[in-house]
């Protein structure tokens, strides 16, 4: 259950360092990060399969994880789903509607502001 601390800290933006984007691993493979939209289920383990292993490579993964978790981010970080996220107690804030949409838009500002 979303309680409204969580909420408000998410609505209040990204929380934490993004210094470690900068070694990031997945650079120019977003769309294996982010579901599209309808995605099927078969589709998303493949998606997600190749997700796993950029980031197996990544020497940015335990930061990333912990970045995600603390602000309740959506799609593949830090090696970790949005459902496996969700059951390590970090279930993303953001309604159902327009997710893909504000992921993007996430991710977008959370490169910039590492930039
Ligand atoms: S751990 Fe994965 S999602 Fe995070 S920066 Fe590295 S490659 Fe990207």
Redesign the pocket.
């Known amino acids: 259950m979303l309680d409204i601390t969580q909420l408000s800290e998410n609505l209040a933006g990204p929380v934490g360092s993004t210094a470690?984007?900068d070694d990031?691993?997945?650079s120019g493979h977003g769309d294996l990060?982010f579901a599209p939209f309808a995605e099927r289920p078969e589709a998303r383990v493949r998606r997600e399969t190749a997700?796993q292993r950029?980031?197996n490579s990544?020497v940015?993964?335990i930061e990333?994880?912990d970045y995600a978790r603390q602000n309740r981010e959506l799609g593949?970080?830090?090696?970790e789903s949005e459902s496996e996220r969700a059951a390590a107690g970090f279930a993303p804030t953001t309604p159902i509607v327009g997710r893909k949409r504000v992921a993007e838009q996430r991710a977008r500002d959370a490169m910039k502001s590492a930039s």
């Open positions: 470690w984007m990031s691993a997945c990060f997700a950029i980031c990544c940015s993964l990333c994880r593949f970080w830090g090696g």
